[in-house]
């Protein structure tokens, strides 16, 4: 099919695309969790893994905690999501877009019968439910709506946009719950708390909880819902009528914050430090004051927490190297012991965000769980107690064969120990050399965890499945090893870490498994960076797939939409340009020999396209083989179903073509 787009009809390609098929359209997955307060019934929502319309398709599911048959609760054409139960349990309140495709509403529903009600119609959509503890109120975020006077110039072509001056904030709401949503004759009439110029929540997660009383909330508040902004909010207080309490600026503040039961304290997770020391789990009183960590230079990553009914522990989600883990933590104690009795073996799981949901009493645990080998499916458990699986989501997964995952550790050049997973080829014989993919993650505040290595971002299985090893590296500035570790390439982003890479590409030749010969480099994102530093810094791979990966850093930090963020990683480009210059791989573009596959969403602001163009006419320049993939309407991350469909068919045959594989 090279250097031609689409599959063409290169031998077995059609064949293949019919394979992706499969993965692409077949997988569901669960995007939230959500235990009633009884601890008795769980709903959660399905959607698809990739995107065959314009808006994606999701529905929410009932099951009964102690297992039986999953029965759909809502049907719709479209979105349904985001289910809350009422705190005594007979009503869930949920997001739908079934009124306008595309622009989500409040809706209410009786459990014991009836049609869901529509509570709201707000011109900007709705976002991010929550019912009062007392049950008596309900709060959204609403997106600001479009002026009559912006509607006007858009009719009449006079339709300018002016750089930071066009923002839609979003805004908290509360709304009366009904007491009987059946019998009501006009919708709530919503009052607005935050004032204009203030946003609520974003594309990071955020947002508020309220607290225990009823009487307000704790939010995190940005002036726009901009990444720049979004990296370094405030905490808030805030009251039913709209007083305000700044708590103070805190970076890496990108998840939702919760009360303690007694109202007295405030926990949520930022950096430890600063920029990039972040997953740290820290509290402040609700009054304000000084905040503190509450495990200093803890080898972990917290992802999401709870506080347990007692109020003294906490119940947290931590990433441990390449495992995700649920453990009790004692803010006074400072100590942290395990949640469950173990946990489905070779998991990585993810408790992360929506996916987890805890009872009223504490006791009992909802949450979507991944192995090796299997999509994410539903389990419960008890605190203390060992999980129980529900739901069976993908069984057309093990008409599959998987390469076995195995969790593997080496030294890199400075003595530092460096951990990672090795996807070995399906079939695998020992003593046998076979192709290496080394595929980077990004971030680079991410790691590898144990889950099914097989979507249109993770290669691995897919590859595995082609006769290759898969290389899975976490590096110097990977989360799940602390804070020390994600700061250690503070100053150098692209130096230490891709000396761990290249000792992880050793150490798998050295047990015999890697083929030196055939070896291949690929990643996303940040992965995308460290693909272009290795391809200007050595001609040990035979090919490349670079994906939304940064080529300039001088560039870049004119044109991304997180230049604070880097910021923190390399400073202030307009203090120290050489320095940028120094680690951007296109300003040693003549080193490159590698052929080299670039991809990009069309409209990501994160990574934009310019520094793939930049890179595609670097490597044109010097005569390596290379070719610019774009996706239009896309973002940092590829959701359309044939634009999965095609980065996968470009990707395997990229690979192989270039080691000489068939």
Same mark, same amino acid.
């Given at each position: /099919?090279?250097? +031609?787009?689409?599959? +063409?009809?290169?031998?077995?390609?059609?064949?293949?695309? &019919?394979?992706? =098929?499969?993965?692409?359209?077949?997988?569901?997955?669960?995007?939230?969790?959500?235990?009633?307060?009884?601890?008795?019934?769980?709903?959660?929502?399905?959607?698809?893994?990739?995107?065959?319309?314009?808006?994606?398709?999701?529905?929410?599911?009932?099951?009964?905690?102690?297992? !039986?048959?999953?029965?759909?609760?809502?049907?719709?054409?479209?979105?349904?999501?985001?289910?809350?139960?009422?705190?005594?349990?007979?009503?869930?309140?949920?997001?739908?877009?079934?009124? =306008?495709? +595309?622009?989500?509403?409040?809706?209410?529903?009786?459990?014991?019968?009836?049609?869901?009600? @529509?509570?709201?119609?707000?011109?900007?959509?709705?976002?991010?439910?929550? *019912?009062?503890?007392?049950?008596?109120?309900?709060?959204?975020?609403?997106?600001?709506?479009?002026?009559?006077?912006?509607?006007?110039?858009?009719?009449?072509?006079?339709?300018?946009?002016?750089?930071?001056?066009?923002?839609?904030?979003?805004?908290?709401?509360?709304?009366?719950?009904?007491?009987?949503?059946?019998?009501?004759?006009?919708?709530? =009439?919503?009052?607005?708390?935050?004032?204009?110029?203030?946003?609520?929540?974003?594309?990071? !997660?955020? !947002?508020?909880? *309220?607290?225990?009383?009823?009487? +307000?909330?704790?939010?995190?508040?940005?002036?726009?819902?901009?990444?720049?902004?979004?990296?370094s909010p405030d905490l808030i207080t805030l009251d039913l009528d709209g007083n305000i309490t700044n708590l103070g600026n805190f970076e890496g503040l990108l998840t939702r914050p919760y009360f303690s039961p007694d109202g007295s304290t405030i926990g949520f997770i930022g950096c430890e430090d600063k920029t990039p020391s972040f997953f740290s789990l820290r509290t402040i009183p609700a009054t304000g004051g000084e905040s503190s960590v509450v495990l200093p230079k803890h080898r972990a990553s917290f992802h999401d927490f709870r506080w347990l009914p007692d109020g003294d522990r906490m119940?947290?989600?931590?990433?441990?190297?390449?495992?995700?883990?649920?453990?009790?933590?004692?803010?006074?104690?400072?100590?942290?012991?395990?949640?469950?009795?173990?946990?489905?073996?070779g998991g990585g799981g993810s408790f992360f965000g929506a996916a987890a949901s805890l009872s009223a009493d504490g006791q009992t645990l909802a949450f979507a769980w991944a192995t090796d080998h299997a999509y994410g499916d539903l389990y419960v458990a008890k605190l203390g107690g060992a999980p129980k699986k529900l739901t069976d989501l993908n069984p057309w997964v093990r008409d599959h064969d998987w390469g076995e995952v195995r969790e593997?550790?080496?030294?890199?050049?400075?003595?530092?120990?460096?951990?990672?997973?090795?996807?070995?080829?399906?079939?695998?014989?020992?003593? &046998?050399?076979?192709?290496?993919?080394? &595929?980077?993650? !990004?971030?680079?505040?991410?790691? *590898?965890?144990?889950?099914?290595?097989?979507?249109?971002?993770?290669?691995?299985?897919?590859?595995?499945?082609?006769?290759?090893?898969?290389?899975?590296?976490?590096? @110097?500035?990977?989360s799940g090893q602390g804070s020390d570790f994600l700061c250690a390439i503070v100053n150098c982003y692209g130096e230490p870490d891709w000396d761990d890479l290249m000792t992880g590409v050793d150490y798998v030749i050295e047990q015999g498994i890697?083929?030196?010969?055939? /070896?291949v480099v690929g990643g996303w994102s940040g992965g995308g960076f460290l693909t272009n530093w290795t391809i200007t810094h050595t001609d040990r791979f035979k090919a490349a797939v670079s994906g939304a990966g940064i080529a300039n850093w001088v560039s870049f930090q004119g044109t991304a939409d997180v230049r604070s963020v880097f910021d923190g990683y390399l400073g202030r480009v307009d203090e120290d340009t050489e320095h940028h210059w120094r680690l951007s791989p296109i300003r040693y573009i003549k080193n490159a020999v590698t052929p080299t596959l670039i991809l990009y969403g069309e409209n990501d602001l994160r990574v934009p396209v310019s520094q793939g163009f930049e890179l595609y006419e670097g490597l044109k320049s010097r005569g390596v083989e290379t070719q610019l993939v774009m996706y239009p309407r896309e973002p940092h991350g590829i959701g359309e179903r044939k634009h999965q469909l095609d980065l996968l068919e470009r990707v395997t045959s990229w690979f192989d073509r270039h080691i000489g594989k068939a």
């Open positions: /099919m090279w250097p +031609g787009a689409g599959c +063409g009809d290169a031998p077995g390609c059609l064949e293949r695309e &019919q394979e992706w =098929e499969t993965f692409v359209a077949s997988i569901s997955n669960i995007a939230e969790v959500a235990i009633s307060p009884d601890g008795e019934r769980i709903a959660y929502v399905l959607t698809e893994a990739s995107q065959a319309e314009p808006a994606p398709v999701m529905s929410i599911w009932i099951i009964a905690a102690d297992g !039986g048959t999953p029965r759909r609760l809502t049907t719709s054409d479209g979105i349904d999501t985001n289910p809350r139960w009422s705190p005594d349990g007979t009503r869930v309140a949920f997001l739908s877009d079934r009124k =306008e495709r +595309g622009k989500l509403q409040l809706y209410l529903l009786s459990l014991a019968g009836g049609e869901a009600v @529509r509570m709201t119609d707000h011109a900007g959509g709705v976002a991010d439910p929550a *019912w009062s503890p007392d049950g008596t109120k309900l709060a959204f975020t609403g997106a600001d709506t479009e002026s009559d006077e912006d509607k006007k110039r858009k009719e009449e072509r006079n339709d300018h946009k002016i750089a930071d001056a066009d923002w839609r904030r979003s805004s908290l709401y509360v709304i009366d719950a009904p007491a009987d949503a059946a019998t009501l004759t006009s919708l709530p =009439e919503p009052k607005r708390l935050t004032p204009e110029g203030m946003n609520i929540g974003g594309n990071f !997660g955020g !947002g508020y909880s *309220w607290a225990p009383d009823s009487a +307000g909330f704790v939010a995190v508040a940005t002036p726009t819902p901009k990444a720049h902004h979004q990296f119940l947290a989600v931590t990433e441990e190297g390449q495992q995700n883990h649920l453990r009790i933590v004692d803010p006074e104690a400072r100590t942290s012991t395990s949640a469950l009795d173990g946990l489905p073996v593997i550790s080496w030294t890199s050049t400075d003595g530092m120990r460096i951990e990672g997973l090795l996807i070995l080829p399906v079939g695998y014989q020992e003593g &046998q050399r076979y192709p290496l993919l080394l &595929q980077i993650h !990004g971030g680079p505040c991410a790691a *590898w965890t144990r889950h099914l290595f097989a979507n249109w971002h993770d290669w691995g299985q897919f590859m595995a499945q082609r006769g290759y090893a898969v290389l899975l590296p976490n590096p @110097r500035g990977s890697a083929d030196p010969e055939r /070896m």
